[in-house]
């Protein structure tokens, strides 16, 4: 196959460089996950820069090329689109293959029925608070029981696709002072009813209180003052045993972080950039997670994934992910978050 082999690991300063023109100027630039790039690229000036950078960085190997327009099109139908998964094209019964490295968009329930018993070793997620933000797609105004039955079935999908051991790690928060439930304690309630193992609730304090907030209540009296929670949970759980089994070798958390981290208070500030999304991920809340709670090479899922931040995180340490989200917006910045990731020689 006339293509060019670039090792990811080894990618230099003028390989990113190339990289990054060629994936602006269209060129078919196809990459596989075995810490290989593998691309075809067709414009004779840049592919004569691309020989040349290679050798010259001692990286990959030079292959005998000309353009090579229908090979590569043949190797697109062949490979399915980088990270990109349509839920259609999922199979009813899937193996983990059809699920790893992909970036699902559909109804997190439709997509977690057909995956396969027990392959996942950890969901990150953060669902819809149920509190009318404004998502691209979902309506986030449902009747309070409704909303609740509906999460106990996602809870049920993944519970059941979880390895023994496996963690869920979900985000929430209290509601709104106007209309406040303690959704949390409903959310724990509801997944050790289902037998989960309740491992500990993680308080991630955003200091991201308004100083200009107005919501006090009764101002400077206790006949109705507000208090406003200004942390948000994380709350951890196990299936069926509180120890996940795993090679030592591919434990990869510091001493430094295991000591940090191991406090559950986590004082992150919330995400700045908002990536055309409404309540994105930080990336260091899902990093500290990642690596307190799984191996490298284990399987991440986040089935609300949202613009993809736990996909992007958990390829970043060598952890396999899968993001499943309804809307395609969203999935769309996913992947060219994970593509400029992997352009810039950070994946992998
Ligand atoms: C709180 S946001 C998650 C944000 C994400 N943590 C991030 O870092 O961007 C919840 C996400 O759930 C998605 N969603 C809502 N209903 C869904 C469904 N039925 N299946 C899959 N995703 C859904 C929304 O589109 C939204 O992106």
Request: charged fraction near 25%; charge should be negative.
């Amino acid at each position: 196959m006339p293509h060019v082999k670039i090792e990811l690991k080894r990618l230099g300063t003028q390989l990113k460089q190339l990289l990054k023109q060629l994936r602006e100027s269209g060129e078919p630039l196809l990459v596989t996950r075995n810490g290989q790039a593998e691309c075809f690229v067709l414009d004779p000036e840049l592919h004569g820069s691309l020989v040349d950078i290679l050798a010259d960085e001692g990286n990959g190997s030079v292959p005998e090329v000309s353009s090579v327009r229908e090979a590569a099109e043949d190797y697109r139908v062949a490979q399915p689109p980088l990270f990109e998964m349509p839920a259609d094209a999922l199979p009813e019964h899937g193996t983990p293959d059809a699920f790893l490295d992909r970036v699902i968009c559909g109804d997190c329930l439709d997509v977690m029925r057909r995956m396969p018993d027990e392959f996942v070793h950890m969901a990150i997620t953060s669902p819809p608070y149920n509190i009318g933000v404004h998502y691209d797609i979902h309506d986030d105004q449902m009747d309070y029981d409704e909303y609740l039955a509906w999460l106990k079935k996602v809870w049920e999908e993944t519970a059941r696709v979880l390895v023994p051991g496996g963690r869920l790690a979900v985000n929430h928060a209290p509601t709104s002072i106007k209309n406040f439930r303690p959704v949390h304690y409903d959310i724990a309630a509801q997944l050790r009813d289902m037998g989960l193992i309740m491992r500990t609730e993680i308080l991630w304090y955003k200091q991201s209180m308004s100083a200009r907030r107005t919501a006090w209540g009764s101002w400077k009296s206790p006949r109705n003052p507000h208090i406003i929670p200004s942390w948000e949970y994380v709350l951890v759980f196990s299936k069926r045993s509180w120890t996940l089994e795993g090679d030592p070798h591919n434990a990869d958390i510091t001493p430094d972080e295991f000591v940090r981290f191991s406090d559950g208070f986590w004082h992150i500030a919330a995400e700045s950039q908002r990536k055309g999304h409404p309540a994105p991920f930080p990336e260091e809340l899902i990093y500290r997670l990642i690596k307190f709670y799984t191996y490298r090479g284990n399987v991440v899922l986040d089935m609300f994934g949202g613009t993809g931040t736990v996909a992007v995180v958990a390829a970043r340490t060598s952890r396999r992910f899968i993001h499943i989200d309804i809307s395609q917006e969203y999935c769309n910045v996913t992947l060219k978050r994970l593509e400029a990731e992997l352009a810039q020689g950070q994946l992998f």
